[in-house]
């Protein structure tokens, strides 16, 4: 079982209340690829507010003229990699959503074997580009320039690719089958454009970064923005600025200057996990400086410690926001998602911003998600004992929100351990759910098949376990948060999806999205628990759930 998790130190004032309350999947199944027709009537695993298509496999989000847009990478003929087009779709609230033609198909040589990642670039006079990666005639990665063809359209349905295609290709030593993925470009006070290009050298990950006075004609830098050693390819970078003392408020990207800090995030091809580190942009020598502490490598900081990867964020102008999106891909079998007909689905856009410490990015679900909330039902100052479960009725636990904090009397018993060198993900797998502690584990039970009467009964069916531990190292108290891709999650707001679970801990610090795939608790057959299986007492301070409305997703 591969378990994610993380630490949380310093968990009273964050999390429970204190006072002693206290190549992205690059690879081609050919034989796959013909127009499939879905036979399966039984889709227990679509999502009800989650984005996603009808069918088959699911790059540049914007907002124009107060319309968001939703490009992304699509294979129109079944449900794995290949074909690959960029999916367009539009919203007035990021939760409601309506499809249009491709935005870009293959179509010329730099692109004729497929039109793979890239982002979208707002210019000066407010109209849209987008830069992306076409695959040519010798299988180079090339990047391509595309422009609405009517601006008077706020929906953006077509797009005409400049006769300059392609205007950055692989010389000068760059790898061709790895380079990949342009960013935003960013406008810098001498007047230039700057984007970056995700690439590897061997295992070295880099930032390749280019100039344009027009963003036409680019020409490359002679050293890239960033770089790390051992890391493999670097795919989806993302490069941002984050403000230093506004809370929950974003910047443009072309933002630089004082109380400004940035962010540099890329998707590890070789792991299919993200990670990011917080830094300065040295714009002189154009550079990126990670600050001190802030790891460089894959054992940094993640967005999301579960399935969550190619994410990209972008400056929501009309709310002053920086949006980001993320992929959640399947962890059944490929087999599998032929017979259903579709794979993968959007992450709830989420508000991301610095915290307050200036250490780590803070991440919550948009407000707009709220919108689809109904039937509340709470539970307010409710003690749980050692080894309780309690059921949440009359809330659809398939298609759920829910917002939960506890209090602890006391952290007394907290099991001490020596965390130095431990690895959560090997401490969680020996300490799930079922197995009893001191204080916790406790939490939720999402997706449970059936009444439980016992946390650790042999006859317990299906549940994806929600839940905290808590430990002392020295003087210092710790939680534990589990997930792995088919039981155990994180907490403190829960999103229930039928076969997604996203849950924010930390006040938004900490981030995990599980896939599961329920074969009993389906529909109206999954239930939703609050448990407690440690020794000492929990209170839930207040926990709030609504059973979801359904999005609307016009295909």
């Given amino acids: 079982m591969a378990f994610n998790a993380v630490w949380f130190i310093g968990l009273c004032a964050i999390l429970l209340g204190c006072g002693f309350h206290v190549e992205a999947s690059h690879q081609v199944y050919r034989y796959l690829q013909v127009h499939h027709n879905i036979t399966a009537t039984h889709q227990p695993y679509r999502t009800g507010y989650h984005f996603q298509p009808a069918k088959h496999w699911i790059n540049g989000p914007m907002i124009y003229k107060g319309i968001y847009h939703f490009m992304y990478q699509y294979n129109p003929r079944g449900a794995v990699w290949g074909h690959i087009v960029w999916a367009h779709a539009t919203s007035t609230d990021l939760v409601n959503w309506v499809h249009y033609e491709p935005a870009i198909k293959p179509s010329i040589e730099s692109d004729i074997k497929g039109c793979w990642s890239g982002s979208t670039t707002i210019l000066p006079d407010g109209k849209p580009a987008i830069l992306y ?65 995700g690439s590897k050298i061997d295992r070295l990950g880099k930032a390749i970064l280019y100039k344009s006075k027009d963003f036409f004609k680019w020409e490359r830098v002679d050293h890239p923005l960033h770089s790390s050693e051992n890391t493999g390819m670097w795919e989806c970078p993302d490069f941002y600025p984050v403000s230093v003392n506004l809370q929950g408020v974003g910047l443009d990207t072309s933002v630089i200057g004082p109380n400004v800090k940035h962010v540099m995030k ?23 400086v990670p600050d001190e502490g802030s790891i460089d490598d894959d054992s940094g900081l993640r967005y999301d410690y579960g399935k969550f990867y190619a994410s990209k964020t972008f400056f929501d102008s009309s709310k002053n926001r920086r949006i980001l999106w993320g992929w959640i891909n399947e962890s059944d079998s490929v087999t599998d998602d032929v017979k259903k007909g579709w794979s993968g689905v959007q992450a709830i856009p989420r508000n991301i911003w610095l915290d307050k410490a200036g250490k780590q990015l803070v991440q919550w679900p948009v407000a707009e998600i709220e919108n689809l909330r109904k039937t509340p ?25 829910v917002e939960v904090s506890f209090n602890l009397p006391t952290l007394e018993k907290a099991e001490t351990l020596n965390l130095t060198g431990v690895n959560p993900q090997i401490l969680c797998s020996q300490k799930g759910a079922s197995v009893k502690g001191n204080v916790g584990p406790f939490g939720l039970l999402a997706l449970a098949s059936k009444d439980l009467l016992a946390l650790a009964s042999k006859d317990l069916e299906e549940q994806t376990a929600i839940f905290f531990r808590v430990f002392k190292d020295q003087e210092r108290f710790v939680v534990l948060m589990c997930s792995d891709q088919s039981r155990y ?67």
């Avoid at 990666?133 to 180079?140: A, L």
């Avoid at 998707?267 to 550079?287: A, C, F, R, V, W």
Wanted: glycine letters at 6%.
């Fill in 133 to 197: 990666t076409g695959i040519d005639p010798k299988k180079r990665q090339v990047q391509n320039l595309a422009f609405p063809k009517n601006l008077s359209d706020p929906y953006l349905r077509e797009w005409i690719k400049v006769t300059q295609n392609p205007v950055m290709t692989p010389i000068d030593g760059i790898n061709a089958s790895s380079f990949r993925d342009p960013t935003t470009a960013w406008l810098a006070p001498d007047g230039q454009w700057r984007v970056i290009i």
């Fill in 377 to 401: 039902v709470e539970l307010q100052n409710t003690q749980l004992n050692g080894g309780s479960v309690l059921e949440v009725t009359s809330v659809t636990a398939s298609q759920a929100d």
């Fill in 489 to 555: 999650m994180e907490l403190n707001v829960l999103q229930i999806d039928h076969s997604i679970v996203e849950s924010f801990g930390g006040k938004g610090k900490v981030c995990i999205t599980s896939r599961v795939y329920p074969e009993l608790a389906i529909f109206d057959k999954a239930h939703l628990y609050v448990f407690n299986n440690g020794t000492e007492n929990v209170s839930i301070s207040k926990l709030s759930a609504w059973s979801m409305n359904k999005a609307t997703i016009i295909n």
């Fill in 266 to 288: 890329v998707s590890l091809d070789d792991k299919k996990d993200e990670y990011y580190t917080i830094g300065t942009y040295k714009l002189e020598k154009d550079i990126y």
